[in-house]
């Protein structure tokens, strides 16, 4: 019987390797745990940016998207970390992770808005009332732009003006006390809103007054208020789109 070319036995020593290899490394593939779901505010369900996910040495970082996904992570119990920016609550839970998909949802916890020093509002009137804007500003007096949605409660003073902008006295008292708080995803700065509808504020529109505004907000860190004084007691006309 003639012997295999030494470099035919290799190759076939070689193609044998490969299919051994490949074949383990399906099995293993096939055998390992994907964990995938969600994370998300607590409250208000929005992404939340630079959260980083660990489990088993594996990491992933979330900036745009509330979902995730993990692979490659072997069957048994594994420690899941999760680590948000300030403002949000560290997150830690243990898992048993099978093979195939491991979903798991994770709706995090608001602690608070981070060096958050004030407040600044806006007014904006339409056919239906007034939407109060409220901006968080930090210690260098800069609009906060990512914040967590936090119990909070919306207070108002509104006076009708006398006078202009810059030279006016507060007149008769139009309404004082909460209005309705709302979260709006889409705000780049104010995401906290209030709201008051016109059936509640003695006005006539053809009067074309203005008001001044004193707005009180309250969270579990502190109390911050602000001034407007070029609140709308009418509703503002709509430029028509071309």
């Known amino acids: ?34 964990v995938e779901g969600k994370i998300f505010d607590e409250l208000s369900g929005d992404p939340v940016r630079g959260v980083r996910i660990v489990i088993d040495g594996r990491s992933t970082v979330l900036y745009h998207t509330t979902e995730y996904q993990l692979t490659k992570i072997p069957p048994g119990e594994w420690t899941m970390q999760v680590s948000p920016p300030a403002g949000w609550l560290k997150f830690t839970k243990t898992l048993k992770v099978k093979s195939g998909k491991n979903t798991i949802n994770i709706p995090l916890k608001g602690d608070k808005v981070p060096d958050l020093t004030g ?28 914040f967590p949605r936090l119990p909070v409660k919306i207070e108002i003073t509104l006076w009708e003006r006398i006078g202009e902008e810059d030279n006016y006295k507060k007149g008769r008292k139009l309404f004082e006390g909460p209005v309705e708080e709302f979260w709006d995803s889409k705000a780049y700065l104010a995401k906290n809103k209030g709201f008051i509808s016109w059936d509640k504020i003695p006005v ?39």
Do not use: N, W
């Open 119 to 146: 407040i600044i509002c806006f007014t904006d009137s339409d056919e239906k009332g007034i939407t109060i804007e409220v901006r968080y500003v930090d210690s260098k007096g800069i609009g906060m732009t990512e």
């Open 204 to 242: 006539r529109f053809k009067e074309k007054k203005y008001g001044v505004m004193e707005v009180r907000v309250h969270l579990k860190q502190g109390d911050f208020k602000d001034t407007v004084d070029d609140v709308q007691l009418f509703p503002a006309k709509k430029e028509a789109s071309k």
């Open 1 to 34: 019987m003639k012997r295999l070319p030494l470099y035919i036995a290799l190759a076939i020593i070689g193609v044998a390797l490969v299919i051994v290899i490949v074949s383990f490394t399906t099995l293993s593939a096939s055998r390992s745990g994907i």
